[in-house]
T-cell receptor, first 114, second 111 residues
Framework: EAGVTQFPSHSVIEKGQTVTLRCDPI?????LYWYRRVMGKEIKFLLH????????ESGMPNNRFLAERTGGTYSTLKVQPAELEDSGVYFC????????????FGEGSWLTVV | DAKTTQPPSMDCAEGRAANLPCNHS???????VYWYRQIHSQGPQYIIH???NNETNEMASLIITEDRKSSTLILPHATLRDTAVYYC????????????FGAGTTVTVRA
């Protein structure tokens, strides 16, 4: 069974540019999450999808961040325009809807804004 | 979610058991104790979770005190590949889908 896959694994962009991160959850996982760790900080929750619906986006830092999950399969996280403080690693995770299931994380997308 | 407290770092000898403590004195009755780890540059990896009873799986054992105010993760035979940051998380998951990662414990397994 394939795990959570994220693309790109690394990206370097200039301040003011746009970056789109993609996440493919484990097949059959209706829950999809985005987390991130910015430099020197702890891993923080960003948002949670159930299928294509946003259930909780309380962790999204500001309106420069837009997450979508059209069709309830893969998800994208767009940062527009990127700022220096957005640098860090963005983790996607997924889990089944059944109660008691655990969250499986991807390897992360490393973003460097220069 | 209840706050958890872990030592910032600890060393362990290869082949020996590693005992990782975690305090969660304000944990509520329906919060689970989860353990994740992050090996350098990889995504967090689920290890084990429990509510009241001790749990064991192929990776580790989780011992939760009777009052549930603390727990210990046991890696029975630590290997160099177990070197990682270990996170103890008190969570209402799956009733609350957020996991609150703290600073964790950096575990270094030495040959």
């Amino acid at each position: 069974e394939a795990g959570v896959t994220q693309f790109p694994s690394h990206s370097v962009i200039e301040k003011g540019q746009t970056v789109t991160l993609r996440c493919d959850p484990i097949s059959g996982h209706d829950n999809l999450y985005w987390y991130r760790r910015v430099m020197g900080k702890e891993i923080k929750f960003l948002l949670h999808f159930v299928k294509e619906s946003k259930q909780d986006e309380s962790g999204m830092p500001n309106n420069r961040f837009l997450a979508e999950r059209t069709g309830g399969t893969y998800s994208t996280l767009k940062v527009q325009p990127a700022e220096l403080e957005d640098s860090g690693v963005y983790f996607c995770a997924s889990s089944r809807l059944d109660i008691g299931n655990t969250i499986y994380f991807g390897e992360g997308s490393w973003l460097t804004v220069v | 979610d209840a706050k958890t407290t872990q030592p910032p770092s600890m060393d362990c000898a290869e082949g020996r058991a590693a005992n990782l403590p975690c305090n969660h004195s304000t944990i509520s009755g329906n919060e689970y104790v989860y353990w994740y780890r992050q090996i350098h540059s990889q995504g967090p990896q689920y290890i084990i979770h429990g509510l009241k009873n001790n749990e064991t799986n192929e990776m580790a054992s989780l011992i939760i005190t009777e009052d549930r105010k603390s727990s210990t993760l046991i890696l029975p035979h630590a290997t160099l590949r177990d070197t990682a940051v270990y996170y103890c998380i008190a969570s209402l998951f799956p009733n609350d889908y957020k996991l609150s990662f703290g600073a964790g414990t950096t575990v270094t397994v030495r040959a």
